[in-house]
């Protein structure tokens, strides 16, 4: 069974920035690979962010290109996404979720587990 937590969300500015983390329970790196999605009231739960299954090559939406980094400390079975520059538009509920090889990134249904989602809301 795989447990993950996120944390670090908050209020904050437009322009501002955040860095959330998912803490993954253990060996979870090794079976499965990372990401991240969020879901907006009255939206539905979108991708942002993933590693590629090998974790060599990353993945993100166009809206946070060039404004999030997804990124992982294997030795805290950490996965993090660092967001720049936020707007109001991302305001959302931040989800981490893990997914086993062969499954597409950014497809909901590829990922078997996922966190309890940390809340951020950008003002403008």
């Known amino acids: 069974q795989v447990q993950l937590v996120e944390s670090g969300g908050g209020l904050v500015q437009a322009g501002g920035s955040l860095r959330l983390s998912c803490a993954a329970s253990?060996?979870?790196?090794?079976?499965?690979?990372m990401g991240w999605f969020r879901q907006a009231p009255g939206k539905e739960r979108e991708f942002v962010a993933a590693?590629?299954?090998?974790?060599?090559?990353?993945y993100y939406t166009d809206s946070v290109k060039g404004r999030f980094t997804i990124s992982r400390d294997n030795a805290k079975n950490t996965v993090y996404l660092q967001m720049n520059s936020l707007k109001p538009e991302d305001t959302a509920v931040y989800y981490c979720?893990?997914?086993?090889?062969?499954?597409?990134?950014?497809?909901?249904?590829?990922?078997?587990?996922w966190g309890q989602g940390t809340q951020v809301t950008v003002s403008s």
């Open positions: 253990g060996r979870t790196f090794v079976s499965y690979a």
């Open positions: 590693f590629s299954w090998s974790g060599g090559n990353t």
């Open positions: 979720a893990a997914r086993s090889k062969g499954n597409v990134h950014y497809e909901l249904r590829s990922y078997a587990y």
